[in-house]
């Protein structure tokens, strides 16, 4: 059965990285991983996707291990604006698996 | 540009009623998504159109939730005779093509759904 795990909450100082782990050990070779937030009262929001190799845009890094049996979302310096849930998923086929969210609190 | 929409809003129904929830998409979006969000909780996958067809349809929770999409644009989410377990809110979102091979999703505002 395939799952996407991740860590229930997640705190860090604001100015300093956040590291956010999504596991998906049953990942196939032509599955996407998504990353997407959701801030307090809004919807989902894009955040960052990859394949194989690791990726950078202007919000987040994502690296994926080599065996891309999981992944982690990098905010590098995080602010109170990117306090949210982060949701990692996995598409694949015709379906996504999402996991259960990582709730991050950005302390001041 | 217009972003996804959809309506209502908000919709209070009693047990054992019947629901029709609709979704408008971005135009030219091809693929369009539907998702349950319970109160407090994470997002869960219901059910992808690819133009008017969805692939896979075991993600609906139930034989009372149905979906279609017509002319490549606008769907409808529909749930039969309501229980309170459906109270969530439900969200819509589309992307240029299946999500799957990198494209971004955008997501509506939601239509929260309160069964009595």
């Known amino acids: 059965d395939a799952k996407t795990t991740q860590p229930n909450s997640m705190e860090s100082n604001e100015e300093e990285p956040v590291h956010l782990p999504c596991n998906h050990s049953?990942?196939?070779?032509?599955?996407?991983i998504h990353w997407y937030r959701q801030l307090p009262s809004q919807g989902p929001e894009y955040v960052i996707h990859g394949l194989t190799s690791n990726v950078n845009n202007r919000m987040a890094s994502l690296a994926i291990a080599e065996d891309r049996k999981s992944s982690t979302l990098i905010l590098h310096r995080a602010t109170l604006r990117d306090a949210a849930v982060y949701y990692c998923?996995?598409?694949?086929?015709?379906?996504?698996?999402f996991g259960g969210g990582t709730r991050v609190l950005v302390k001041p | 540009g217009a972003g996804v929409s959809q309506s209502p809003s908000n919709k209070v129904t009693e047990k054992g009623k019947d629901v029709e929830l609709r979704c408008d998409p971005i135009s030219g979006h091809t693929a369009l998504y539907w998702y349950r969000q319970s109160l407090g909780q994470g997002l869960e996958f219901l059910i992808y159109?690819?133009?008017?067809?969805?692939?896979?349809k075991s993600g609906l929770p139930s034989d009372r939730f149905s979906a279609e999409r017509t002319g490549g644009s606008v769907s409808t989410l529909t749930i039969q005779r309501t229980q309170q377990e459906d109270s969530a809110v439900y969200l819509c979102a589309s992307s240029l093509e299946w999500t799957g091979s990198g494209n971004e999703q955008f997501f509506g505002p939601g239509t929260r759904l309160t069964v009595l």
């Open positions: 159109f690819q133009g008017n067809s969805a692939p896979d």
């Open positions: 998923i996995r598409a694949a086929g015709n379906k996504l698996t």
């Open positions: 049953t990942i196939s070779g032509t599955d996407y």
